[in-house]
Every structure is written in C-alpha cells, then in structure tokens.
C-alpha cells in the first residue's frame, strides 16, 4: 500500500491541478514565507513540556491534556480544516 | 491506524480551528471514534507556537473557490495552525513533532506507531 504521504501527494495533485499556475505558485511561496517567518523557531520542542489545554469535543464531551494523559500516551494532530 | 494507535495505549486528539459543526462533518463522514476538537480563535495552536496568519492574496484566492474562511472558523482572523503532529508521553513530556509550513503533510503513521512503541 502507498504510504500516507504518496496518498496525500495523488490528492494534492488532483486539486492543484485544476489551479493556474500562478496560483499554485501563489501557495508554494507561501509555505516559503512561513518557513522565513522564523515560526518554526517558537514551537514547542521535543523534550519540553507540553502546555496544558481544555477543549470539547464535537458531541460537548470535555477533554484535557492531563485528563487524557491518565490514560496514556496522546497523540496530538493540528490540520488547517477540511478544506 | 486508529485501531493500532489504541492498542498500544494511546489517545488521538485532532484539532483545527473550524467551528464544532465542520468537524463533527469530518468525524462522521470517515466513521471515526477518536475525538475531534474545534479549536476556535486557534487558542491550543497558540499554546504550541504553531498559529499563522493567511496572507491577503491567499484569502481572495481560496474565497474564488468558494471557501469562507470566515465561516468556517467563525472569526475574521484567517488565522490558522500549522500541520503539526506531536506524540506526548504520560508524563505530558513531548518526544516526536512533526511540523510543516506545507498543509497538504502529514507524520507518516508507521512513524507515528514507532514513537508510541518507544515512549511505552
């Protein structure tokens, strides 16, 4: 099977495809500038403390760091959205 | 993935900015039971350093293909997270990030597996 990331390119592909490439190039640059931006230098690390946070989920449940924690390891995904 | 996350013991939480109603979509339409969390004005994004804001061309050019961000994120900062993954020991210790100015990527989940192995 293709990793996720093969699959992730195919669905990149059929989107961006359909873009003009000025466009394409529009959202290339971006990602440029983000990685100037010096960002990636205010992220938190390997090795240090992740922050605690509270959330609810989509049904109202709430949820903390910590809370999730007593159960076991998290793993944490942030994405942009469904679009 | 999700089953295999969970064997080895492990809590997936996604987060984006958009409100409850857009993900609870995205949870329901893949049949998934891991939680799904709406992270509005990016408040836990910021926690992490990961908060971008979209640059004025990209909004006029996403709102051309009929996405209203605003809408969807219920505030008008066009303030998004970055893709980011972080594996976090029990004792809230990080011990694997991946981050990527690039929306489309992702941690690959045998890397995922991998670093839950090795926090056990």
Not at chain 1, 11 to 39: H, N, T, Y
Not at chain 2, 70 to 91: F, H, K, M, V, W
């Amino acid at each position: 099977m293709d990793s996720l990331t093969e699959q992730l390119e195919q669905m990149r592909e059929a989107s961006w495809g359909r873009w003009p490439a000025e466009k394409r190039a529009l959202v290339e640059q971006s990602f440029r500038d983000i990685a100037a931006s010096g960002i990636f230098e205010r992220t938190v690390k390997p090795g240090e403390r992740a922050p605690e946070f509270k959330l609810k989920s989509a049904d109202g449940a709430e949820v903390s760091l910590s809370g999730l924690l007593r159960t076991g390891p998290v793993v944490l995904a942030f994405y942009r959205g469904h679009w | 993935m999700l089953e295999e996350i969970q064997k080895l013991g492990a809590n997936l939480v996604a987060i984006s900015p958009e409100v409850s109603t857009a993900a609870q979509v995205t949870a329901q339409k893949n049949g998934l039971t891991f939680h799904v969390f709406s992270d509005i004005g990016n408040g836990v994004a910021r926690k992490f350093g990961l908060v971008f804001k979209l640059p004025p061309a990209l909004r006029e050019f996403y709102q051309s293909l009929g996405i209203d961000l605003a809408a969807q994120n219920g505030d008008e900062s066009y303030e998004l997270p970055l893709s980011a993954t972080y594996l976090i020991g029990r004792d809230a210790v990080v011990r694997n990030v991946f981050v990527d100015a690039d929306y489309v990527k992702r941690m690959e989940p045998a890397d995922i597996l991998a670093g839950l192995r090795a926090i056990r």
